[in-house]
């Protein structure tokens, strides 16, 4: 009998020890999976978010095997990931860029641009259109057959100093409010590193200046832009986001901007309006009292 009664108790002790070591199991998955789901903590499988692997993928240079621009655009885009509508990219090559926003974004029709014919990767929610970016009136046609209100557009097509100033004053207004311009391989404005872009002896006229200047001056002027599209971007612009990747080993590092749109127009004097504006509410102040 007190034998029975021990092998009882023996039992009963070793299958506690069964329940608290699967609820310790159950709870450190529950903290797993709670933790993995939080944004701030989304390096999944592999370690990498969700556009980053969709990059490995599909073989674009923008993810790891490249510019490492993806894990940026992860950090912008995801809040817009099931409600983008419209992605336009410019430079579509084989098309593998096309298709991981095609999978990042699922309820988004994503648009590319080219100067060469594409249209064998014309699909359910991909469409392709034949333009010079550098070519106003052949930009001009393809928001007339697609329509503008774009949640983000993407610069990577010939990155020419002309291609990436002219697209972006003419594409900047078909922006949704708070929607997204991204100029990719800003690094093509460093004549040290890359010839052939178009830049300037001074380099005045390189992209990458423009920025800078806007940054400095908080008023955006380009070379290659209409006074009209330089006065939108100063007013529409909300912030402009510049990212440099150093990589190690590689001698020219990779350059990239992500501009968000206002959702309201900010109304701006000239400096002439804002000088005489300051000086009347200085004549106009009252007085402080005297003591
Ligand atoms: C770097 S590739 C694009 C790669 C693609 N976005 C990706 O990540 O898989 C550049 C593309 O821009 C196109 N391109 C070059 N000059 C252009 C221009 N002026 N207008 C439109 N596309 C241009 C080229 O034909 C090429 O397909």
């Known amino acids: 009998m007190p034998n029975c009664l021990s092998r009882a108790r023996f039992l009963n002790r070793s299958s506690d020890g069964l329940r608290n070591r699967l609820s ?11 933790t993995l789901s939080l944004p701030g903590c989304r390096k999944q499988s592999g370690g990498f978010d969700e556009l980053t692997r969709l990059a490995e993928g599909t073989k674009t240079d923008k993810g790891l095997s490249g510019h490492y621009y993806t894990e940026i ?13 419209k992605v336009l990219e ?12 095609r999978d990042y974004f699922p309820k988004a029709t994503i648009y590319g641009i ?28 393809f928001v007339g057959k697609f329509g503008g209100n774009f949640d983000i557009i993407i610069d990577d097509g010939g990155h020419h100093m002309n291609h990436q100033q002219i697209s972006l004053g003419f594409l900047f207004k078909y922006l949704k409010p708070g929607g997204y311009y991204i100029i990719e391989d800003l690094h093509m404005s460093l004549p040290r590193f890359w010839k052939g872009y178009g830049v300037s002896p001074d380099e005045s006229n390189s992209t990458l200046n423009m920025i800078f200047r806007f940054i400095r001056e908080m008023r955006l002027e380009s070379f290659h832009m209409p006074r ?7 007013r529409n612009i909300e912030f402009c986001n510049l990212f440099m990747r150093n990589r190690l080993y590689v001698e020219s590092p990779s350059i990239m901007c992500i501009l968000k749109k206002r959702t309201a127009p ?9 000088r005489r504006e300051t000086k009347k509410r200085k004549s106009g102040a009252p007085k402080p009292p005297k003591r």
Do not use: C, H
């Not at 310790?24 to 709670?34: E, R």
């Not at 009209?228 to 100063?234: A, M, S």
């Not at 900010?266 to 804002?274: D, G, K, N």
């Open 24 to 34: 310790l199991l159950f709870v450190t998955g529950a903290i797993l999976i709670l």
């Open 228 to 234: 009209p599209e330089e006065k939108y971007l100063t």
């Open 266 to 274: 900010l109304s701006i004097m000239s400096s002439q309006e804002s």
């Open 73 to 85: 655009y992860d950090l912008f885009f995801l809040p817009l990931k099931n409600r983008a509508g």
């Open 114 to 141: 080219d100067i060469v014919p594409k249209t064998e990767l014309d699909s359910g929610r991909i469409k392709t259109f034949v333009a010079d970016q550098a070519n106003r009136s052949q930009l001009e046609s």
């Open 90 to 101: 410019i430079g579509i090559a084989s098309g593998d860029s096309l298709k991981m926003w």
